[in-house]
């Protein structure tokens, strides 16, 4: 049974969390607001997988990535940098091109497409 300065703590710690949630959104909020988001460049139809790096080719992306910084290249993500280098030995060693890639993989059909929507966080 609890006693009741006991239920007065308790409700004064239910309150001071209310308070800190209701801070910690509105700085949610002001980051989301000085932080412009990235611009997408990630096909729809792209997939997910996993890919594992030493640490000499992790330290050749992030110096990959580094020299595209000093070049304003907006393609210096990890992704962009596999994909382009993907085309690059696709294109020099077997003289194929995304395009002829492309067209070799069969349609999805259309009730398997899946849309990805973003989840509110505004509600957590």
Not at 18 to 47: C, L, M, W, Y
Request: aromatic residues 6%; glycine residues 2%; positive net charge.
């Amino acid at each position: 049974m609890l006693v009741p300065w006991h239920n007065a703590f308790l409700h004064l710690d239910i309150n001071a969390l209310q308070r800190n949630s209701a801070v910690t959104q509105e700085r949610s909020q002001a980051r989301n607001f000085i932080v412009s988001p990235k611009e997408k460049h990630i096909p729809d139809d792209a997939g997910r997988t996993s890919v594992c790096f030493t640490a000499a080719q992790r330290q050749a992306i992030r110096w990959i990535s580094e020299v595209r910084r000093g070049e304003k290249s907006k393609r210096r993500t990890i992704n962009d940098i596999v994909v382009d280098a993907l085309s690059y030995y696709l294109e020099h060693k077997h003289g194929k091109t995304i395009a002829e890639m492309e067209a070799m993989v069969p349609p999805r059909p259309v009730n398997q497409i899946k849309k990805v929507t973003s989840i509110s966080t505004k509600n957590r």
